[in-house]
């Protein structure tokens, strides 16, 4: 084929057609711009065909991609914020910078800091006034601020609204603080209070936390002389709070005897070694351990060693330590122990005097139980004047978490439930006795304190009893050996409580998912446990963490003066156990404490508490789940006259609780109420004052609590009708977690609406499944190691265990 034919090919034709080449090929090569003219319009179709295939392509990517965002939108992972999630989460993350500059105590409990960081940035708790003013400052302005950003909380997923409203209650209370973080309500200077619910109580804990070989671990010169440092500082600290407690005096914030006692036995029990040993006793405290593990210095050079013993003129490590140890912790320790053993208690004041915050700042300082003739201030260190009563409302929100409730409509909806529920009461009585009203309430007030419904076959021996007992028998082995008439009442008293838990069980099938995505029950097993503390007498619970670690615990007292009564017990173990505190606390910590997000949202969810869902839940569970929807009280008229009595109980604390600290009410009037109404005489009604006495607002939790989650029920059932499913509505609520009460009334309206309309909103899928809200978010939004998180949630759910019954 000649070369002008070569020329002439269609651009793609072979050159290998020889002799043998078909006259249609022929033809093409002899006349070639028709066919080049039908090529560069197949080449421009097949051009814009493929144009508009990418451009489909592209919005099909596209479509996903904003399908997939939407998802994300509607579980709070957002990759494209809106401005009000920008402003929430940036006001957020200052908030958690903030609490850390404030809180550099706490320094182990930030998820984002390795050992060697917070080691470094650890400082023990200051409790000075200046300092709790400077927090209480901060807290206040992060409040204003919060409000200022005006941010429109319909633009927030579902769990960012949830962070909202706990944030808002976070800030309120001082950073999460119940008692003494508050500047303005002055309580800080009135010392330890009821089983000591205070960061000064936690004062040695880092010690425990920091110092341990699997984490921080001291490596040079610098790092010994680093901890040396940081110990010295303890003894400001212990000096600071024994300041607050004689400034207290001074200005008329003292707590009534009975409560000053109840604070320092809960408070040496913490340093058990310090008040049976003196001083050196610091030297065999757990929190100390590590301390003196002369294993624990092991990576440190022979160099530095050398240069550490020279410098401090020790033979070793553990010797300088140990000076430390005693210097600045146990002798100011012990120094402040018997401060308030043979200094404090002398001014605090008889209870008919002062039961409760209503009647502080007192004018005069007492003594000996005596009203001197030295005048208080009555004011703060910055000359603000002080009211008790001002302080209560101050403390008070952070009990009920809404705001529904203030001090009167509180009082009376206790007096509305007393007289609602004593009625109930009257009527069983009449039913166990079978006789009129009046001579059947009598007798069976008589019967109640029968042998027979307590677990002790003997009397109590009188060295068994109070302090000689409570230094006798502190656990199970010294109990047999020394109380051993309340060591076989409390073995009984494990075996009832284990077959009314064994009993309770079944019951909750129809409650509660038991498996699959939407499980609700922990996995944890709960042991039972004797509480060995004479000051404290009430039933608590101690829950685990997510991986059950360490044993879930029913907390029983074995220093009450009956041990019993058997009425009223498938009330307790309901509460403290299944369906309640267990069920809720336990339940959460294993299959809702962590989204997987590990971000600032996590940390807040992890760092609050909330008394009234917690304390709330709990009796709900007494009543009605127990109570209406079991069987359990058929044919057990005495078990359900107890378990009336506890729900009069929770309804007197609502007026106790405002009387002693909003009206001036005094122990004894309490005493009488509880007389009266809840037929109860007996050192637990004494004891429980006490209590409420030492830890204002704390009494109103359950109550409230409780009705809220029964008027959220309600509104739901009426709502849904046939639709309504009990498992899921425990499932919705207690995904939650403890929450603020006000936040959970609007996240049921919500799952109200949802149900019933699912495309009303974005955000229905995550309400109606809460855990769709809690896939792992970008990357850039985590904060620490999952190894970190799981410590941090550890230490921060162990604090959480103030369930009390």
């Not at 109200?752 to 309400?767: A, M, W």
Request: hydrophobic share 30%; aromatic share 12%.
């Amino acid at each position: 084929m000649s070369s002008e034919h070569e020329t002439e090919l269609i651009p793609g034709q072979s050159k290998t057609k020889q002799d043998g080449e078909s006259n249609e090929v022929r033809t093409l090569i002899k006349n070639p711009i028709p066919a080049i003219k039908h090529q560069k319009i197949f080449h421009i179709v097949l051009g814009v065909a493929l144009f508009f295939f990418i451009l489909g392509l592209v919005f099909l990517i596209f479509g996903v991609y904003s399908y997939k965002k939407s998802l994300c939108q509607e579980d709070g992972r957002s990759i494209s914020l809106n401005k009000d999630q920008k402003k929430f989460r940036s006001f957020l993350k200052d908030t958690f910078n903030l609490y850390h500059e404030n809180y550099p105590n706490e320094a182990y409990t930030d998820p984002s800091l390795q050992p060697r960081q917070y080691f470094e940035k650890f400082v023990p708790y200051d409790p000075s006034w200046k300092s709790l003013k400077s927090r209480t400052d901060h807290a206040i302005r992060l409040q204003k601020e919060l409000k200022d950003l005006d941010i429109n909380l319909s633009n927030l997923r579902p769990r960012e609204k949830k962070a909202y409203a706990q944030l808002e209650h976070f800030l309120e209370s001082i950073f999460g603080n119940p008692y003494d973080e508050n500047y303005y309500t002055g309580d800080w200077m009135l010392g330890t209070n009821y089983g000591c619910w205070q960061r000064f109580c936690e004062l040695f804990q880092p010690l425990d936390k920091i110092f341990q070989h699997k984490k921080f671990v001291p490596e040079t010169y610098n790092d010994l002389n680093k901890i040396v440092s940081k110990l010295k500082l303890f003894k400001n600290s212990i000096e600071n709070y024994k300041h607050n407690i004689v400034l207290g005096v001074r200005t008329g914030m003292v707590r009534p005897s009975e409560v000053c006692q109840n604070g320092y036995d809960i408070f040496v029990s913490l340093s058990p070694k310090v008040k049976h040993l003196g001083a050196k006793g610091v030297l065999k405290e757990r929190y100390t351990k590590t301390l003196l593990d002369s294993k624990y210095y092991d990576k440190i050079s022979v160099k530095d060693v050398e240069a550490f013993k020279t410098q401090h003129k020790v033979k070793n490590i553990t010797e300088k330590m140990s000076d430390v140890l005693l210097d600045y912790l146990g002798k100011p320790l012990h120094e402040f122990i018997e401060f308030l053993k043979t200094n404090h208690s002398r001014h605090c004041v008889p209870s008919s005097v002062s039961s409760g915050l209503a009647n502080l700042p007192l004018k005069r300082v007492w003594l000996d139980q005596k009203e001197t003739d030295i005048e208080t201030t009555q004011k703060l260190p910055t000359g603000e004047i002080l009211k008790g009563a001002k302080s209560y409302e101050m403390i008070l929100p952070y009990f009920t978490t809404t705001s529904k409730y203030d001090v009167s409509s509180i009082n009376s909806l206790g007096e509305t439930e007393k007289q609602k529920l004593y009625k109930r009461i009257k009527d069983i009585a009449v039913q166990i006795i079978k006789k009129p009203e009046a001579e059947s309430i009598r007798e069976l007030k008589i019967d109640l304190e029968h042998p027979r419904h307590f677990f002790n076959t003997t009397p109590i021996p009188e060295e068994e009893n109070g302090q000689t007992g409570g230094s006798r028998c502190h656990d199970m082995k010294t109990a047999r050996k020394y109380c051993p008439v309340r060591y076989e009442a409390m073995q009984a008293w494990f075996e009832y409580v284990q077959m009314t838990m064994a009993r309770l069980h079944p019951m909750l099938v129809n409650m509660f998912y038991q498996a699959g995505d939407k499980v609700t029950t922990p996995n944890c097993a709960i042991g039972l446990r004797a509480n060995f503390n004479p000051g404290l007498t009430s039933h608590f619970y101690t829950q685990s963490d997510s991986k059950c670690s360490t044993q879930a615990y029913y907390n029983i007292p074995f220093f009450t003066k009956k041990p019993g009564p058997k009425y009223g017990i498938y009330s307790v173990v309901g509460h403290e156990t299944r369906p309640g505190h267990h069920t809720q606390s336990q339940g959460f910590n294993e299959h809702f404490s962590s989204s997987g997000n590990n971000d600032v949202i996590d940390w807040l969810n992890t760092i609050t508490y909330y008394s009234a869902f917690t304390e709330g839940w709990a009796l709900y569970a007494e009543n009605p789940l127990l109570a209406v929807e079991t069987d359990l009280y058929k044919n057990e008229p005495l078990q359900e006259y107890g378990m009336i009595k506890w729900q009069i109980w929770r309804a007197l604390r609502l007026v106790v609780d405002t009387g002693l600290h909003f009206r001036g009410m005094k122990l004894n009037e309490a005493l009488k109420l509880f007389a009266e109404f809840a037929w109860d005489e007996t050192d637990q009604s004494y004891t429980d004052v006490v209590r409420y006495m030492g830890l204002p607002g704390q009494a109103t939790s359950y109550t409230i609590g409780q009705l809220a989650i029964i008027q959220m029920r309600k509104e739901v059932e009426d709502a849904l009708g046939d639709e309504f499913n009990e498992k899921e509505f425990h499932y919705i609520i207690l995904s939650q977690g403890s929450a603020p009460l006000q936040y959970l009334q609007d996240y049921t309206k919500d799952f109200i609406r949802c149900k019933l309309k699912p495309d009303s909103s974005p955000d229905c899928p995550s309400i109606l499944d809460p855990k769709r809200a809690n896939h792992p978010k970008m990357k850039s939004e985590k904060i620490g190691t999952d190894e970190r998180w799981e410590q941090v949630r550890s230490v921060l759910h162990g604090r959480h265990n103030k369930h009390y019954h």
